[in-house]
């Protein structure tokens, strides 16, 4: 009885778990590793679904090749392509990269050089927006080409300036902007001043903050990388910003990002808005903005420099890896080229064409129609940006609204929690720059920057 | 065992009527988030994040069409997979185990106890690292038996307290019975201790569906194309460029059926077993 009871214990206990072993083989959001299988890496941004959406026809160009996407929020996606290529492990064939990432993972040996496929003629990489291109260059070697690109800009509502008698002028500058928002502000009908991000994050407050730093003539390092946080025209700019969001910003500017504030300027809860190029398609939006057809576009207000936009370019890269590097670039080929922007217009519509890649997209009529509101503003901005020296003084580094050295994630993510802590009236600009000054001075010692 | 009182209207003194409004209070306030998740996932983009809020529209399900559209299929196989199998593994584990620690104590069953819970103390992110480079060398990167395996070694220290709890609380005298009537080991578990325990088994089980269910630090980390779960198919909706509200809303509603389901299904059991009330 004992031991029969036991056995079959035993028996059930065993049946349960290989029943579940065999149920675990993995049902496959779309199959195995198998070859000709290419798995790419993306942001959930809404061009990439377009383009999961339309890989049906490159896979109808390509029967050899599969295509997978693991499709994430930018920060979860960043940490995983990162693990993914630390470690080796080569799941990846595509991944979607920013301009930030490029060079530090290029020379960390981590991407495959696309000159070789680039400069397939039919590719016509000399289409490609100058400025994105030297963005995703490494020591004069392509390693990513641009799925899209953006810089910023000043985003106004033109009704509400006629009604209040205002004009904005062609190229305006940072205390012309604050006059405006001053008497647009009417938190009573729930319209700020202007929408300006306060989120921690060095890709969200810091991105606006840093463009404005640049064109008041300061920066982060000097060219021997020794903080500039504190330098006057730093603090100035800084307190600029602080003083202008939290007298004529949004409500609740300490957690608002990109989103909150389309989503306030969308919403008609905005007079202007200074932010990336790519919110103007979403404002012209019939379906989802209440303000289409009523905003006006300039470039980003500017103080001392000529011109003050940021540049960022979402981007596919080649891993090292990755073991199938041919099939890689024949997507990365085609989810990069002229045919593909007209895919995507024939088939989703104009305004969905990705902006800011190609110089032959802002030629197509049906564009230049479609997205007639931004599309002018924005190829300008991008063309005006200087990655290699964008505020008055020479920098050690490539890229504007960032540093692009491994330790700027880290470091901007805690200079931007001070920023937003002095937004939200926690602490004195003063304060917040002196932390971050030593946060900076801390970083450039301990990464050897400052010895070499 | 005794059945649960049903509160009677008879006994209801006005005390009774302040806590029970609070509870009611409560609940609804716990409530309220869920409600609103799920009335959103019917309204349109710009509806869902207008200020103030959108109270009537007309409802839509073009964003339950747009997220079936997506191949939601595959990431709710493989949820139920790692869910399913890590419970069951958890239970046919932890029950023994927590034998092991309470009726029939080891050596040393104190210092066990302490291991077990130990193990919850460390943070997932402080491993993560480590699991990923393990998966990845034995080619257990973006498998489903790996995060099932994950799952089961998460839940099984809470399963193991719980459980133990519940065998704690049967009556001595019960099992003493037992023996003296005959009963050899295995009847002692099979007809004595395993149907006194059930509700709490039951509680245990859907605590540890719950979380397995949920779970998304290890799978985001752990998964790629072929083992991602339900969590991982949600994010998929969070962008940074783009209103999202109403189609994450959808997504999270048909995420959190399943849930409800077991959870409904199990209610029975459940109301006994969560109460720790399972054998008095």
Partial sequence: ?452 | MSTVIAPSWRRVRPGTVVTGALAWAAALVLFFPVLWMFVTGFKQEAQASTDPPTWLFTPTLEQFQAILGRNFTPYLLNSLMATVGSTVLVILLATPAAYALSLAPVARWKDALFFFISTRMMPPVAIILPLYIIANNIGMLDNITMLSLIYTVMNLPIAVWMIRSFLLELPKEVLEAARVDGAGFGTEIRRIILPMIAPGLAATALICFIFAWNEFFFAVSMTATNAPTVPVFLTGFVTSEGLFLARLSAAATMAALPVILAGWVAQKWLVRGLSLGAVK
């Fill in chain 1, 1 to 452: 009885m004992k031991t029969k009871s036991r056995s079959r214990t035993v028996l059930a206990a065993s049946v349960a778990i290989t029943t579940f072993a065999a149920a675990c083989s993995g049902a496959g959001a779309g199959g195995g590793d198998d070859e000709g299988t290419v798995t790419i890496a993306t942001v959930a941004n809404p061009q990439m679904q377009d383009i999961e959406k339309l890989t049906s026809v490159f896979e109808k160009e390509h029967p050899g090749i599969e295509v997978k996407f693991v499709t994430l929020p930018e920060n979860e996606l960043r940490d995983k392509v990162t693990q993914d290529i630390a470690t080796q492990s080569g799941q990846f064939d595509v991944v979607t990269i920013g301009t930030y990432e490029t060079p530090i993972w290029a020379e960390n040996g981590w991407l495959t050089s696309l000159d070789e496929y680039a400069s397939d003629p039919a590719y016509d990489v000399d289409d490609l927006l100058p400025p994105v291109r030297e963005a995703l260059s490494f020591e004069d070697r392509l390693y990513a080409v641009p799925f899209y690109g953006e810089s910023s800009f000043l985003m106004y509502r033109k009704d509400l300036f006629t009604k209040a008698g205002l004009e904005m002028p062609a190229q305006p500058t940072w205390h012309q902007v604050a006059g405006f928002a001053e008497k647009l502000h009417d938190p009573k009908n729930k319209v700020a001043g202007i929408c300006l991000r306060g989120l921690p994050g060095w890709g969200e407050v810091l991105a606006p903050l840093n463009s404005m730093i640049l064109t008041f003539g300061g920066q982060w390092y000097d060219e021997n990388w020794h903080a500039q946080l504190t330098s006057p025209e730093t603090t100035h700019a800084v307190k600029f910003y602080v003083d202008l969001v939290r007298k004529y910003g949004e409500a609740g500017a300490p957690n608002s990002g990109f989103s909150e504030c389309l989503t306030a300027t969308g919403q008609g809860n905005a007079a202007m808005w200074y932010d990336a190029t790519v919110g103007a398609s979403s404002l012209e939006d019939e379906k989802t903005s209440k303000v289409a057809g009523k905003m006006g576009y300039v470039p980003a207000p500017t103080v001392k420099t000529d011109h003050a936009g940021w540049l960022w370019a979402w981007s596919l890269a080649i891993p090292e890896t990755s073991q199938q590097k041919d099939s890689a670039w024949e997507f990365v080929k085609w989810a990069t080229s002229k045919e593909y922007h007209k895919l995507v217009g024939e088939k989703l519509g104009w305004t969905r064409v990705p902006p800011g890649a190609r110089a032959s997209t802002y030629e197509t009529p049906e564009y230049q129609q479609a997205a007639s509101a931004f599309a002018e503003p924005t190829l300008n901005a991008i063309q005006n940006v200087d990655v290699h020296q964008p505020g008055l003084h020479e920098q050690p580094w490539i890229g504007v609204q960032y540093v692009s050295i491994p330790e700027f994630q880290d470091l901007g993510t805690r200079v931007s929690q001070e920023i937003s802590a002095a937004i939200a009236g926690q602490q004195s600009v003063d304060e917040a720059l002196a932390k971050a000054q030593r946060m900076a001075e801390e970083t450039a010692k301990q990464g050897g920057y400052q010895g070499n």
